[in-house]
Nanobody, 121 residues
């Protein structure tokens, strides 16, 4: 069984920075991709940033260079460094991962429990 545990989050003033991390545990032999999505009561869950196990990132359009996603394959961890945060970045951030469980292509895809980010003006 795979579990995703998220760290970080919290409250910050506009213009500040936060770092989110998510660690995957279980019988994992490799990472296909890991990343972050966010959701507010007013909007559907949207992509923040994802990165493949080989290090290729993809960002949501709203990021505009403010965030950096990174992956540590050895630690099975994805991190999101967020800078120049804005009040509209306030949301619950969810870790998402697709990992390989064996060498014949069995994968697991799931979500973390979510961590709240609140940005005040």
């Amino acid at each position: 069984q795979v579990q995703l545990v998220e760290y970080g989050g919290g409250s910050v003033q506009a213009g500040g920075s936060l770092r989110l991390s998510c660690a995957a545990s279980g019988n994992i032999v490799g990472i296909n991709d890991m990343g972050w999505y966010r959701q507010t009561p007013e909007k559907e869950r949207e992509l923040v940033a994802v990165i493949t196990g080989s290090g290729v990132p993809e960002y949501g359009d709203f990021v505009k260079g403010r965030f950096t996603v990174s992956v540590d394959n050895a630690k099975k961890t994805v991190s999101l460094q967020m800078s120049n945060l804005k009040p509209e970045d306030t949301a619950v951030y969810y870790c998402n991962a697709e990992v390989r469980l064996d060498l014949v292509g069995t994968t697991w895809h799931g979500w973390g429990q979510g961590t709240r980010v609140a940005v005040s003006s």
